[in-house]
């Protein structure tokens, strides 16, 4: 942890800027960031059954979209939500 003590007729101001300059300079702050945002990722069967949803559903469309059964949707002017 940075450690920073005030000085003799320092204001607050002054002592946060010189405590966010030490903070930065240290690397804690690059390192608490990838803690916070570290994204572990999927597991095998995670990823396999994710794959085999984006085949089956390929098909299903492929399908219908062959036999005629699928609806047409209007093009979006704006993209999703």
Same mark, same amino acid.
């Not at 916070?36 to 219908?64: C, I, P, W």
């Given at each position: 942890?940075?450690?920073?003590?005030?000085? =003799? *007729?320092?204001?607050? @101001?002054?002592? !946060? &800027? /010189?405590?966010?300059?030490?903070?930065?300079?240290?690397?804690?702050?690059?390192?608490?960031?990838?803690?916070?945002?570290?994204?572990?990722?999927?597991? =095998? *069967?995670?990823?396999? @059954?994710?794959? !085999? &949803? /984006?085949?089956?559903?390929?098909?299903?469309?492929?399908?219908?979209?062959?036999?005629?059964?699928?609806?047409?949707?209007?093009?979006?002017?704006?993209?999703?939500?």
């Amino acid at each position: 942890m940075v450690e920073v003590k005030r000085k =003799k *007729n320092e204001t607050f @101001d002054a002592l !946060l &800027r /010189r405590f966010q300059r030490r903070f930065q300079s240290s690397g804690k702050q690059i390192e608490s960031k990838k803690r916070r945002f570290h994204d572990s990722g999927k597991n =095998k *069967n995670q990823r396999r @059954d994710g794959a !085999l &949803r /984006r085949v089956t559903m390929g098909e299903k469309y492929e399908y219908l979209s062959k036999t005629g059964q699928l609806k047409e949707e209007p093009k979006r002017k704006y993209g999703r939500r």
